[in-house]
């Protein structure tokens, strides 16, 4: 398994400029998440999805979209970036089922705006 | 809304000593589950333990165990036998809700000398 992969790595944008965060997961996990890190202030959540065709709004989710149509991937779209929006991206999967309710984190993109 | 506090931005602590770092967090959720995560240099987000709010039992994991005081509210961390591969920000964290919505601390900064 390749666990959480998030692609780009690192990405330089410009002002007004749009993209799209990839992240997909192959361990069959119903939940997915996107965080932002920045320094001094640990991780917070962006947008959330309980399974596919379902998604919703975290603790910073302005400037921000999400959609889930499939159990494996979970794009991020910034739709005009901002230089506020540099930051550090991750995106996580769980399996509740489980029980254990762990988070599996991906590497993180991250996101320069200028 | 739940909050998770961290107070202690810095630490650092001598090799093969121990070291607690401390937690607080509120949530006004019945069940609920608290995580310590480790991110060194890399960037990787690594879960070192896990504790149910409903087990009066404190984890452990190797040489990492918590205090879990759950009328306090409070989390510590405990490392004993420090390693220099500990090193690292340490993130507390707790998870309500659906299993997506984790909220997470500013983090501590731990740092291991010789």
């Known amino acids: 398994n390749a666990g959480v992969t998030q692609t780009p790595k690192f990405q330089v944008l410009k002002t007004g400029q749009s993209m799209t965060l990839q992240c997909a997961q192959d361990m069959n996990h119903e939940y997915m998440s996107w965080y932002r890190q920045d320094p001094g202030m640990g991780l917070r959540l962006i947008h959330y999805s309980v399974g596919a065709g379902i998604t919703d709004q975290g603790e910073v989710p302005n400037g921000y979209n999400v959609s889930r149509s499939t159990t494996e991937d979970f794009p991020l779209r910034l739709l005009s970036a901002a230089p506020s929006q540099t930051s550090v991206y991750f995106c996580?999967?769980?399996?509740?089922?489980?029980?254990?309710?762990?988070?599996?984190f991906g590497p993180g993109t991250r996101l320069t705006v200028t | 809304a739940q909050t998770v506090t961290q107070s202690q931005p810095e630490m650092s602590v001598q090799e093969a000593e121990t070291v607690t770092l401390s937690c607080t967090y509120d949530?006004?959720?019945?069940?609920?589950?608290l995580f310590w995560y480790k991110q060194p240099p890399s960037r990787q987000m690594i879960l070192v333990i896990r504790?149910?709010?409903?087990?009066?039992q404190n984890a452990t994991e190797n040489r990492f165990s918590v205090n879990f005081q759950k009328a306090a509210k409070s989390f510590s961390l405990k490392i004993s036998d420090s390693q220099l591969g500990d090193a690292a920000m340490y993130f507390c964290?707790?998870?309500?809700?659906?299993?997506?919505?984790?909220?997470f601390g500013t983090g501590t900064r731990l740092q291991v000398t010789l």
């Open positions: 964290a707790c998870l309500t809700g659906t299993a997506s919505k984790l909220t």
């Open positions: 949530t006004s959720e019945s069940d609920y589950y």
């Open positions: 996580a999967s769980s399996y509740v089922a489980s029980g254990l309710y762990e988070q599996y």
């Open positions: 504790q149910e709010a409903y087990k009066q």
